[in-house]
């Protein structure tokens, strides 16, 4: 039997984990089939001096989405997730993509990463950019990974309380019978030096508090909706991914911060054995 296949629409860079470079290991390693398609291309991440690359052109990523289309793997794909997206037209481009997929393979599950800021930067996409995430991708999605600043921006609301969550998953306007699963959440009632991941979906809502680590790396939220995508894709039930998720994102801040990284670490022992046990 063919493992489940995956096409992953996000960032990629030389050198580091964010994006693409972030998630495709592991769930690799958990034995699914991925499909990387890059929005851009970056030799780092923007937090160091320079930064060398560039967005992927419109024409050329319409070319590599043509190249998958004469490959079948829309069809055949179980999962198709989307993260960050450098360009306006990138994003029209996906969201075209992402409609056509679902149409082609009823079968298919979307997960719609919107990433577009974080509490410390803010928003760091244009507006535009944001507006189409909200308008055109997450009405696709089976599944979305929002931090609750990207929540809050997307709905205009403050989340410091379940209502609040509640309240904002009706505003995203997703897709018939879609989960959201918020990340990152510090709650009025969330315990002490904790962080939170929230499931709000048509069975109801979960909470999944997590201890709070005292570092912030790039490239976390995209290991997150990597691992869990590579949970359900071996058959784990949504709760099970996320707190696998949250266990093994939090391994690889904690040997990351250990060794001085500046970024996500995938290289740590334990993690990638972790990893083969999904």
Not at 15 to 43: D, K, R, W, Y
Not at 87 to 103: P, Y
Not at 104 to 130: K, S
Request: with cysteine.
């Amino acid at each position: 039997m063919k493992p489940p296949l995956v096409i992953s629409i996000q960032s990629q860079v030389v050198h580091g984990h964010v994006g693409n470079s972030a998630a495709v290991f592991p769930m690799q390693a958990a034995g699914l089939e991925v499909a990387a398609i890059p929005t851009v291309i970056f030799s780092n991440t923007p937090d160091y001096p320079t930064l060398r690359g560039a967005p992927v052109a419109p024409d050329l990523f319409a070319d590599l989405l043509l190249g998958a289309w004469e490959r079948e793997l829309p069809q055949r794909a179980a999962w198709l997730m989307t993260g960050y997206i450098g360009s306006v037209e990138v994003a029209r481009l996906a969201a075209d993509f992402v409609a056509r997929a679902k149409a082609a393979n009823p079968g298919l599950r979307y997960l719609c990463d919107p990433v577009m800021g974080d509490h410390g930067p803010g928003l760091y996409v244009p507006a535009e950019l944001a507006a189409i995430m909200r308008d055109r991708l997450l009405p696709l999605a089976d599944l979305a990974t929002p931090n609750s600043f990207e929540l809050g921006h997307l709905t205009g609301r403050t989340i410091t309380a379940m209502a609040d969550l509640h309240a904002a998953a009706a505003d995203l306007r997703m897709a018939s019978g879609a989960t959201l699963v918020a990340t990152g959440c510090v709650l009025g009632d969330s315990p002490a030096g904790h962080l939170e991941s929230v499931i709000l979906g048509p069975d109801g809502a979960t909470r999944h508090p997590t201890p709070r680590l005292p570092v912030a790396l790039p490239g976390t939220g995209d290991l997150f909706a990597g691992l869990i995508v590579a949970s359900l894709g071996r058959g784990r039930s949504l709760p099970q991914a996320v707190e696998t998720a949250q266990d093994l994102t939090s391994a690889a801040l904690a040997h990351a911060d250990r060794i001085g990284a500046n970024e996500v670490v995938l290289s740590d022992p334990g993690f990638r054995a972790a990893l083969l046990t999904l």
